[in-house]
């Protein structure tokens, strides 16, 4: 090998060495953002996060406020959020991977949903509040919250458990038509009861993210100050994330240690919620399906 | 039962259409206060009016300070998750080992699901204290933090959809390069991306897209202020943070108050809708490209 050769060599091997340190180093900043990030809310809101600021109301002082109507009305939202989203998302999945096949009609559809899952969430809410809040009068209430968000989360629905869908092996559908069952048949009695880890995994992280949504609400009208828990589906009503935005927005620096410990509760209940669908999934894959 | 089979078919079809449903319901709305809107104000004077001050007693509704308020925001933001995001993939996709990869991908998808609100808290006030120490005269409102830290929520998905498109490229390419010599990083940057490019395309535009609809960051963080002004220091005003500010009041409906929402929301689905069409056809072309 001649000099200049080498000398080449060296210098590609050592540029490829630094651009790999350079690649590596940014992952690292990114993992320590997020570091620094749950470190700062820890920081702040640590000394805040108490039993009585977890079971108390809203209240103008800083030290004696607390999110329990903002939980209930959280957990409210998204249970009417999942009754709506839950059997459309499913049986909207079930159409397109069992019965639409290639067929225009299907595949608009299959186009229309990737596009709506990229809609800007925002979006939703001046849906919601054209539609739901004013059009159909539900004013801004629980159900009117809870279905804007079900049309939210719909896109992510169908298109997770499509997926789940598709990983049922093919010759499990061919075996049961072979027994002579139709296809409803096959559907319910055969691929729904394999796919139905994946589906679940697919839904908890949807309504997660439905949890952990804003601006929709606040665009639907839900921003006024709420200091009860809701006890309809037609009450007022105020979540985690509005309350954690009310408070940041204000200008005293005890409120804004109130809404670090309103995101450690949000983000303790999502990523336990995330723990269980990855559990779920992990389980999944080792029972050997696909 | 051949009754019943058909029954549940046209029934899970309707579910199917109610996505359908969805887009028209948002075009449907969007356009009936959009026009009411119109009808009081002169399409020119909102396209391309430079001051917009809807709220004041001699209201001007020049949407342009809310449209550079976005772009501002959006290009810091993808100055950030652009080259780091593409950084990320090309180290997950051709440097990492399986078990590194299995450890990260996770830790990033958490990075992508944490509430927005929670990095406009952090954009408020951690980011903006520590760059007022490094830009003296930094207002604590400004278009800078909330850029730097809405490209940290973006980039788990630009390098996630990068990877992906990067791992579709054939192996047969990357040994023909390594047998001509090339190193790694040659072969990542000369034969990986541009084979990969309509995927990775892809994942760029949808990451412009999410930047330009990410509301609560900016509405925390970048005030209230809609200016036309490409200095990242001072307080502006995005259109997102503009729905949200007219929606924290009580705007009776049918005032033109309460029509400029829909009117800015208009404007940002045509933008966004466009985007995603653009970003779909690409995603799909690369699939054709090595199916």
């Known amino acids: 090998m001649s000099a200049a050769v080498a000398s080449g060599m060296a210098r590609r091997r050592g540029a490829d060495t630094a651009f790999q340190a350079l690649a590596l180093l940014v992952l690292v900043v990114t993992l320590g953002a997020l570091a620094t990030l749950i470190w700062d809310i820890v920081a702040d809101g640590g000394g805040t996060l108490s039993w009585s600021f977890l079971t108390s109301f809203s209240s103008r002082r800083a030290s004696q406020a607390g999110i329990w109507h903002a939980l209930t009305g959280s957990i409210f939202v998204v249970l009417v959020t999942a009754v709506l989203a839950v059997p459309v998302g499913v049986a909207a999945a079930i159409y397109l991977e069992e019965y639409g096949g290639r067929s225009l009609t299907a595949r608009i559809i299959e186009l229309n949903i990737t596009n709506l899952a990229a809609v800007p969430s925002i979006i939703y ?10 059009t159909m009068g539900m004013g801004r209430s629980v159900l009117a919250g809870g279905a804007t968000l079900a049309l939210l989360a719909l896109p992510v629905v169908i298109l997770s458990t499509r997926e789940a869908l598709r990983a049922v092996p093919k010759s499990l559908r061919e075996g049961s038509y072979a027994l002579g069952a139709t296809k409803w048949q096959t559907i319910w009695h055969q691929v729904l009861p394999v796919a139905a880890p994946g589906i679940l995994t697919g839904l908890i992280l949807a309504l997660s993210r439905a949890i952990g949504e804003t601006a929709p609400l606040i665009t639907i009208g839900a921003f006024a100050f709420v200091t009860f828990a809701p006890d309809s589906i037609w009450s007022p009503f105020t979540v985690l994330p509005i309350q954690i935005f009310n408070w940041v927005s204000r200008p005293q620096v005890e409120f804004h240690a109130n809404a670090a410990a309103a995101i450690l509760v ?3 209940l999502l990523l336990s919620l995330n723990a269980a669908a990855i559990w779920l999934r992990d389980r999944y894959q080792k029972g050997g399906i696909s | 039962m051949r009754k ?4 549940i078919e046209w029934g899970l079809f309707g579910c199917a259409l109610l996505s359908i449903a969805t887009t028209i319901g948002i075009i449907v709305v969007l356009t009936i206060e959009t026009a009411a809107f119109l009808e009081e104000v002169p399409v020119a004077d909102f396209v391309f009016g430079t001051e917009w001050t809807p709220l004041f007693a001699m209201p001007r509704f020049g949407v342009l300070p809310l449209v550079t308020g976005t772009l501002l925001v959006s290009v810091i933001a993808m100055l950030v998750a652009l080259p780091m995001g593409l950084l990320s993939a090309i180290y997950l996709s051709e440097y990492a080992d399986e078990r590194l990869r299995r450890t990260v991908k996770p830790i990033l998808e958490i990075l992508a699901g944490v509430p927005t609100v929670v990095y406009g808290y952090f954009a ?18 400004n278009a800078l933090s909330p850029g730097i830290v809405m490209g ?3 980039l788990p998905l630009v390098s996630s959809l990068s990877e992906d498109a990067m791992r579709g490229v054939p192996r047969g390419l990357r040994e023909g390069s390594y047998a001509l010599g090339a190193t790694k990083m040659q072969t990542s940057l000369r034969v990986v991306v541009p084979a990969a490019f309509s995927g990775i395309t892809a994942a760029f535009i949808l990451a412009v897209s999410r930047a330009i609809g990410e509301t609560m960051i900016v509405a925390i963080a970048a005030g209230q202020q809609p200016r036309l002004t490409l200095d990242p220091t001072v307080p502006i005003e995005t259109m997102t943070a503009y729905i949200v500010q007219v929606s924290q009041g009580d705007t009776p409906q049918g005032t033109l108050e309460y029509r400029t929402i829909f009117a800015v929301g208009m404007l940002l689905f045509i933008g ?11 995603r799909e072309r690369y699939r054709e490209e090595y199916a």
């Not at chain 1, 809410?125 to 004013?134: D, N, Y």
């Not at chain 2, 966004?272 to 690409?282: D, K, Q, R």
């Open chain 1, 125 to 134: 809410g001046l849906l919601g509040l054209g539609l739901f809040v004013r």
């Open chain 1, 266 to 268: 949000l983000v303790t």
């Open chain 2, 4 to 7: 019943a089979e058909f029954l």
């Open chain 2, 124 to 141: 408020l006030l951690f980011v903006t204290p520590l760059l007022q120490r490094v830009i003296p005269g930094m207002s604590g409102a």
């Open chain 2, 152 to 154: 940290l929520m973006i």
């Open chain 2, 272 to 282: 966004t809708f466009g985007l995603n069409l653009v970003s779909a056809w690409l």
